[in-house]
């Protein structure tokens, strides 16, 4: 079945420093893909999302780009501050709309 | 617009016991998905209604059932709850028969702990 895989955490970096979360997928169509975000004690918030084969998503800086040849959606910052500390998801739609998630990868940010 | 709004915010029952979630979807949206996350994972897909019917259903027994309301909110219903029911349930919602179908909001979460 269709599935997600992120990089294990927890990723600690320093402030402005620059932010890589891989995530790859299985999937037998061409799900649209998403980041989502979770803030301590919080429910998620979509972060992104791109619905084909080489579309950007893009928000409060952060961006990922559909790759269909490697089947990733990595996510990317060019530079993290102390409030991006969260916990971060990647997730593809399958035809229902029903959205897989991977694990989670937890970040956090020092001043 | 109002977001997606869950009750209640934490829950504490016995195993055994019955639990009834709530959830009330955001303004606009005919389609409701609940997910289990449990600690330190990604959430699980529990199931979907639209229309007040079930619109598919994941990898979870019978005694988790649910129920949506002609204004589109929705209840979650876990019978005979186990110590593995223990985690944060998490509603969703969407539009069915739009193009953005697939960008579901969440709501809070209903953390519930099953002793």
């Known amino acids: 079945g269709d599935s997600v895989t992120q990089m294990e955490g927890p990723v600690t970096l320093s402030e402005e420093a620059f932010l890589t979360i891989n995530c790859t997928y299985t999937?037998?169509?061409?799900?649209?893909l998403f980041w989502y975000v979770q803030y301590p004690g919080e429910g998620l918030q979509l972060l992104l999302k791109?619905?084909?084969?080489?579309d950007k998503g893009s928000n409060k800086g952060f961006e990922a780009t559909y790759r269909k040849e490697t089947t990733s959606f990595h996510l990317e910052k060019g530079s993290v501050q102390v409030s991006d500390s969260a916990v971060y998801f990647c997730a593809l739609s399958d035809p229902l709309g029903k959205l897989i998630f991977g694990q989670g990868t937890e970040l956090s940010v020092k001043p | 617009e109002t977001g997606v709004t869950q009750s209640p915010t934490h829950l504490i029952k016995t195993r055994g016991q019955q639990v009834t979630l709530r959830c009330s979807s955001q303004s606009g949206h005919n389609t409701v998905s609940w997910y289990q996350q449990a600690l330190g994972q990604g959430p699980q897909f529990i199931f979907q209604y639209y229309r007040e019917e079930e619109n598919g259903r994941g990898n979870f027994p019978p005694r988790f059932s649910g129920l949506q309301f002609p204004n589109y909110s929705s209840e979650l219903n876990v019978n005979a709850l186990e110590l593995d029911d223990s985690a944060l349930y998490l509603c969703?919602?969407?539009?069915?028969?739009?193009?953005?179908?697939?960008?579901?909001?969440f709501g809070p979460g209903t953390r519930l702990t099953v002793l």
């Open positions: 999937a037998t169509g061409y799900p649209s």
């Open positions: 969703a919602s969407s539009t069915a028969g739009t193009r953005d179908y697939n960008e579901q909001f």
């Open positions: 791109a619905t084909k084969a080489d």
